[in-house]
T-cell receptor, first 114, second 113 residues
Framework: DAGVTQSPTHLIKTRGQHVTLRCSPI?????VSWYQQVLGQGPQFIFQ???????GRGNFPDRFSARQFPNYSSELNVNALLLGDSALYLC?????????????FGNGTRLTVT | QQQVKQSPQSLIVQKGGISIINCAYE??????FPWYQQFPGKGPALLIA?????SEKKEGRFTISFNKSAKQFSLHIMDSQPGDSATYFC????????????FGQGTELSVKP
């Protein structure tokens, strides 16, 4: 089975632009979470979606938004990009059932804002 | 109260040695503690996880030790190999927030041949 897939793998944007990152979960997984990983730090939780509903939101500004589609894939959108948004954006999926089903990560999208 | 503190920041171990990475947490509501391994250019991969009802879990060369009263847990890598050289992250979550992991700052492990 394919793992979590993310696209694109790398992206360069200019300050003020917006960006859309995409994620396809593991087959059978209904929950998708997004994380931001700044170089040299641990991933930080941005959003979780389950059955197209937002289940959780981290401490990120409203410039960050996400959605989940009927096929459980997801998009993360970031508006009005800042230099500080440069990071590795990770998508993770799990079955979404209660009881902490293991979270599986994709290889991320490396976003550089210039 | 949501923090997970990880140490050391970096670790150098000789091949065949034991690598030990420690984490401490504050929120007693945490009930799931996974460890992830991350290689450069890759996403974190789940290594091993533990729940607070057990004090130790072993999978191959990897062991988690859990001390509920001290709110600490650690990863032990026995017989460390150069292929284990990676960044390791501890994490924690609350049962009904499974997709929301709180990660430690990471430990960069280098195993010398």
């Amino acid at each position: 089975d394919a793992g979590v897939t993310q696209s694109p793998t790398h992206l360069i944007k200019t300050r003020g632009q917006h960006v859309t990152l995409r994620c396809s979960p593991i087959s059978g997984h209904k929950s998708v979470s997004w994380y931001q990983q700044v170089l040299g730090q641990g991933p930080q939780f941005i959003f979780q979606y389950y059955e197209k509903e937002e289940r959780g939101r981290g401490n990120f500004p409203d410039r960050f938004s996400a959605r989940q589609f009927p096929n459980y894939s997801s998009e993360l959108n970031v508006n009005a990009l800042l230099l500080g948004d440069s990071a590795l954006y990770l998508c993770a999926s799990d079955r979404g059932a209660s009881g902490n089903s293991p979270l599986h990560f994709g290889n991320g999208t490396r976003l550089t804002v210039t | 109260q949501q923090q997970v503190k990880q140490s050391p920041q970096s670790l150098i171990v000789q091949k065949g040695g034991i690598s030990i990475i420690n984490c401490a947490y504050e929120n007693t509501a945490f009930d799931y503690f996974p460890w992830y391994q991350q290689f450069p250019g890759k996403g974190p991969a789940l290594l091993i996880a533990i729940r607070p009802d057990v004090s130790e879990k072993k999978e191959g060369r990897f062991t988690i030790s859990f001390n509920k009263s001290a709110k600490q847990f650690s990863l032990h890598i026995m017989d460390s190999q150069p292929g284990d050289s990676a960044t390791y992250f501890c994490a924690a979550s609350i049962g009904n927030q499974g997709g929301k992991l709180i990660f430690g700052q990471g430990t960069e492990l280098s195993v010398k041949p």
